[in-house]
């Protein structure tokens, strides 16, 4: 009988219009009480006997409005994700920057705000006369990440990877320089788990890239492969062009394809050369990538590379602040925006071929944990 009281009494407390917002400003928790005790007073003397049907009844009421108040308070703060998204919110790319450095300008802290600011898709760094227009509507739909002069892509770090040896999906972060304060695109890369443990770099994958607000542009396609690898680039499932590795001792040779022509090669010297030129057929540069040294700790116990890939003729007004510090690529001619589609495909085949070298072990930390 005791509990059924102190039900109804938190029932008839809910629901009197004495005890709502306006009592809260006019009255104390002494007073609101002494109400709802005169309320289930009048309740228990006007009203029916008191069932288990009739607190069934009750209970299933209080339930109902409370569900209808946080419908409410969805449709106010909004709660969806954006139409046309591949993967929902784009933070669930885990952009390594929002963890690491918090305190970035124009980057938005999802914890901090319930109501977070949708991402906004940087300008174009490249207009006019310095790229080639786009000439189909699968270029028109790559057009906002690939019109630009140069493009910095940042792998996340894996900590699964690092501490067990656990390989997880390849994230990276897409950063046109230009315009540092918000990523300009996101590549996700989808394989299955138990590929993922036995071949490891050798695995077969599918890797999405996406611009600011997670919405798919193009994707890359890569076939298990024993010694040589290939990755094929794709706009709307139609497969635009195809990178193709050629086997030698100690180079790195990559033929580059738009459809069945080859428009490029790359022929690094290999060693501890981290820098891949794009060449035509005679040998004159349409492009470049650079792997970028990002200090002793993250590349001895990580795979959290760094890649800026040169096409080459900024804006003139693009090219204060940290485009500044990007060497000027003098290039024959620029590429289409499909050959730059290739492009970055070959810049996630270089990051799985040559520069994933943890995959396979972690960081022992229980034996370390004993010699304390």
Not at 275 to 286: A, P
């Amino acid at each position: 009988m005791l509990v059924m009281v102190s039900i109804l009494e938190d029932f008839v407390l809910r629901r009197s219009p004495f005890t709502g917002d306006g009592a809260g400003k006019f009255g104390s928790l002494e007073q609101k009480s002494q109400v709802g005790i005169r309320e289930f007073s009048k309740f228990a003397k006007w009203e029916s006997p008191l069932t288990r049907d009739r607190l069934v009844q009750l209970w299933l009421m209080d339930r109902r409005e409370e569900r209808d108040r946080k419908k409410r308070k969805q449709k106010v703060f909004g709660s969806g994700p954006i139409e046309g998204n591949v993967f929902g919110s784009p933070s669930t790319f885990g952009f390594p920057f929002k963890r690491l450095f918090p305190g970035i300008p124009g980057v938005v802290d999802d914890s901090l705000s319930k109501e977070s600011t949708p991402p906004v898709q940087p300008p174009l760094s490249q207009t006019g006369t310095y790229f080639l227009e786009p000439t189909s509507a699968e270029e028109v739909k790559v057009e906002p990440l690939l019109a630009r002069a140069n493009l910095l892509i940042t792998r996340d770090i894996e900590w699964a990877n690092l501490m067990l040896g656990f390989e997880q999906e390849n994230r990276y972060a897409v950063v046109d320089p230009a315009y540092p304060q918000s990523p300009a695109g996101y590549i996700r890369e989808q394989s299955n788990i138990i590929f993922r443990q036995l071949l490891r770099t050798r695995r077969p994958f599918i890797a999405y890239i996406t611009d600011a607000q997670g919405n798919e542009l193009f994707q890359v396609r890569r076939p298990p492969w024993l010694i040589n690898s290939t990755i094929y680039a794709e706009i709307n499932g139609k497969e635009i062009g195809v990178v193709h590795r050629r086997w030698h001792l100690w180079r790195r040779i990559y033929d580059l394809y738009l459809g069945k022509e080859q428009f490029a090669v790359v022929e690094n010297p290999g060693f501890w050369n981290w820098t891949f030129t794009l060449k035509d057929n005679e040998g004159k540069v349409l492009a470049e990538i650079d792997r970028d040294w990002r200090g002793i700790g993250l590349e001895l116990f990580t795979d959290a590379g760094q890649y800026v890939i040169r096409f080459g003729h900024s804006n003139d007004n693009v090219k204060a602040g940290p485009v500044s510090q990007i060497h000027e690529l003098e290039i024959t001619r620029p590429l289409t925006l499909s050959e730059r589609a290739v492009a970055v495909a070959l810049a996630v085949s270089l990051d799985n071929d040559y520069f994933s070298r943890h995959s396979g072990w972690g960081i022992p930390f229980i034996p370390i944990a004993g010699d304390e």
